[in-house]
């Protein structure tokens, strides 16, 4: 199957023990817990996936390939966004406000959960990489001049490696499709986001 674009990358802060969302505004990401990296951040460029397979080793008997062990997956993305946010940047790289304006390492990464929604090739539908709970890192800022002539933007490069999750089964990563007649939009963003539920759900 064909993907189609960037559609939109959602982000949560998880508790590192209990995998669960947490929704604060100042403790998470927001009140609800997610924030969508949207219009108002300019998006996101580029969410560049590897290591969804595991790597494979051959195992050789008799001067033949007897066998292939396959290794557990381990996935990283490599984002570009655009304008992120400065201080949910801080917050998923574990940067801690020191009360006056400035920011330095708490000493520990916080666990982040990332939905990544890109669509099919003709738009009908869309294809989700939902990882539970992973760590944030940003280790370079290029930062350069203007010239007289136009304006020298750098963008928010941000790498994500992904853990295990227990909500998938112990797996890194989990794939959803709109397109399957059984697919449950609120068990997705309830698996992927350790229990969210939607504020603005009709409660019954």
Same mark, same amino acid.
């Given at each position: 199957?064909? @993907?189609?674009?960037? $559609?939109?990358?959602? @982000?949560?802060?998880?508790?590192?023990?209990? /995998?669960? @969302?947490?929704?604060? =505004?100042?403790?998470?990401?927001? #009140?609800?817990?997610?924030?969508?990296?949207?219009?108002?951040?300019?998006?996101?460029?580029?969410? %560049?996936?590897?290591?969804?397979?595991?790597?494979?080793?051959?195992?050789?008997?008799?001067?033949?390939? /007897?066998?292939?062990?396959?290794?557990?997956? +381990?996935? +990283?993305?490599?984002?570009?966004?655009? %304008?992120?946010?400065?201080? *949910?940047?801080?917050?998923?790289?574990?940067?801690?406000?020191?009360?006056?304006?400035?920011?330095?390492?708490?000493?520990? *990464?916080?666990?982040? +959960?990332?939905? *990544?929604?890109?669509?099919?090739?003709?738009?009908?539908?869309?294809?989700?990489?939902?990882?539970?709970?992973? *760590?944030?890192?940003?280790?370079?800022?290029?930062?350069?001049?203007?010239?007289?002539? #136009? /304006?020298?933007?750098?963008?928010? %490069?941000?790498?994500?490696?992904?853990?295990?999750?227990?909500?998938?089964?112990?797996?890194?990563?989990?794939?959803?499709?709109?397109?399957?007649?059984?697919?449950?939009? #609120?068990?997705?963003? $309830?698996?992927?986001?350790?229990?969210?539920?939607?504020?603005? =759900?009709?409660?019954?």
């Amino acid at each position: 199957m064909a @993907l189609v674009g960037l $559609k939109l990358v959602t @982000l949560g802060l998880v508790d590192n023990k209990t /995998q669960k @969302l947490i929704a604060d =505004a100042d403790a998470g990401l927001s #009140a609800s817990g997610i924030v969508a990296i949207d219009s108002k951040m300019l998006g996101t460029k580029t969410a %560049n996936v590897t290591g969804l397979s595991g790597s494979t080793t051959k195992v050789p008997g008799n001067n033949v390939v /007897q066998d292939v062990m396959v290794g557990p997956s +381990a996935p +990283a993305v490599a984002f570009n966004f655009n %304008n992120l946010d400065i201080l *949910i940047k801080n917050k998923i790289l574990g940067m801690v406000s020191d009360g006056k304006g400035g920011y330095t390492f708490g000493g520990s *990464i916080p666990n982040t +959960a990332v939905l *990544i929604e890109s669509q099919t090739l003709d738009r009908k539908n869309s294809v989700f990489f939902g990882f539970g709970r992973g *760590i944030m890192s940003a280790p370079s800022q290029n930062i350069a001049t203007d010239t007289d002539t #136009a /304006q020298t933007r750098e963008d928010d %490069n941000v790498t994500y490696t992904a853990l295990t999750t227990d909500a998938f089964n112990g797996e890194p990563y989990k794939l959803y499709y709109t397109g399957d007649p059984k697919f449950d939009k #609120a068990n997705m963003m $309830k698996e992927v986001f350790g229990g969210y539920v939607d504020p603005t =759900a009709t409660k019954r």
